[in-house]
Structures are given as C-alpha cells and as structure tokens.
C-alpha cells in the first residue's frame, strides 16, 4: 500500500532533483522512495550541505589565481629532498 508524504522544498530544488531524476529516466517520486529505501537498508543518512564562501576565502582563491596567472608560484617538486635542498640555496 503506498502512503503519501508531504515535504516542503525550495522550488529550485524540486526542480533540479526532477531534472536530475528525469535525466537517469525516474521521476521525482521514485527519486524519493529509492532514498527513503537506501536509508532503510543501510540505517545510514547521508547529506550533503556545501559550506558558502565567505569574503576572506573568495578573496584568498582570487589571490591564488592571480598568482597562479602571474607565475609567482614555487617549481614543482617530485620529492622532499629536492624541495629542501632548494629552500637552503
């Protein structure tokens, strides 16, 4: 017997999860029950929350890039001794 769920989603995301279901030939329905299935058998949740970039981090990756750009980067290493020896030069 088949019971309905209701859960409140920011559109974007229902939106998204259908095109992402709708892309591998489910709906968003099977979607759901296939999870809901997973956490059952494995008794395991398992989510994902990116973090946001903060000002300070968007602001340190910019100054890597820029100096990845420029070239102001150290040459590559392809062990510890070499990288010693030439921090003591």
Do not use: W
Request: no cysteine.
């Amino acid at each position: 017997m088949n019971t309905v769920i209701s859960v409140k989603v920011d559109q974007e995301v229902k939106d998204a999860a259908s095109e992402v279901a709708k892309s591998v030939g489910l709906t968003l329905s099977a979607l759901v029950n296939s999870y809901l299935r997973h956490v059952v058998a494995t008794r395991r949740i398992e989510l994902f929350a990116p973090e946001p970039m903060t000002p300070k981090l968007e602001r340190l990756i910019g100054e890597i890039e820029r100096e990845l750009k420029s070239g102001k980067v150290s040459k590559k290493f392809h062990d510890a001794e070499s990288f010693l020896a030439d921090l003591k030069k």
